[in-house]
């Protein structure tokens, strides 16, 4: 499977920019349009592609969506979003994890990963070094190099579940470090990092002037242990930002609305950089929003139940294909399989090849380790049904068996 399509040479001709080519096009969106390709000529694909929760959002987040249509709440907010929506994105983080945010360290994006982008823009420098721990989720690596920055790559072991301590990252300090990336639990591997060990590397950042970016998308999805966030380390809080997401916790990744916390003076930035592109996140989702922070909570709880039976059902699955490896996942909704066994058999090189022939020939999609920074693993969300679960795992098996 290929992830980039424009090669340098055509660009060139095109006269792009040089930072265009520097970054190549999200391995998950290029699996969910390659999956889309196939369906629309009528096959039938099991999806453990993109990552997205297959539950609907709640009715009550739906219901105000509509409400404010309704209501004509349809026109520009303030940039950061509205204070209602800050507040209650504050405040929601302040009650579940004792954080003691206010409305101005908290500005609202059009997702997720375009709260990371801004962040980003704004913190990392030509030549700054940025530490990623390995695997890391897919935008990380390009969006830091879209701003300029080097990736240096924190290698993590798989034989303890890809966890990430705080002497690991220790070790990657140098002079020119200005960022430090910790996503826990981790998208692909479902590692969680312990509250020590965050703690730790907020401490160590602290003392050196480094910033931590602290991806939390998956803060609801911890299976091992409390939910811990960074934001509950307050006397630190001015060296750290914390990147959070409505899509995975209430099953809203359609409605974009992500958002960041951080001092006050990053936020004013990020808010500048965002009113000269895209100004604020859509108001009617922002009214969705208000509703899904300060409504009722059982949703998360109930689907977060739901993906633990998911988690257990689909790696017990792959375990049981001959040749295939697998760490158990502690959060997120992803399992990140070996796959290394079959490297080299029926002409498959790389797990790209594996992943591209799984689609094509067994109308299965996943996502291969190298958008990710592995070589021997493919991603499967099991954000789906158990019913589709089986039926993609028997596809598996048998493609597996083939070889
Ligand atoms: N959580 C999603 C995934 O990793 C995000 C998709 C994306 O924006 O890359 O599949």
Redesign the pocket.
Known sequence: MTTASITTEKTEALRLTERINRIEP????AV?AEADKLRSQGIDVVDF????PHFATPQHIKDAAIAAIQGNFTKYTAVAGTAELRDAIAHRHNVDFDSDYRREEVIAST?G?HALFNAIQVLVDHGDEVILPVPY???FKDIVRYAGGNCVLLESDESQGFRVTAEMVAQLITPRTKVIILNSPS??SGAVMSAEDMTEVIRLAHQRGIWVLSDE?YVYLNYAGKNFSVGALREYKERFVVLGSL??TYAM?GWRLGYAMAPSAVVSAMAKLQSQSTSNPTSIVQKAAVAALKGPQECVEHMRREYIELRNHVVAGLRAIPGVRCTLPEGAF?AYPNISSFLGRGGLKSASDVAGRLLREAHVAT?PGEGFGTSEHI?V?YATSKAELDRGLERMRKFFAAL
Do not use: H, L
Request: charged share 15%; net charge positive; proline share 4%.
């Open positions: 999200s391995a998950t969106m969910v592609g993109a990552g997205e997702g990963k989720w897919v935008s998208n692909p998308c899509s995975k990744t992803y996502v991603r969300s």
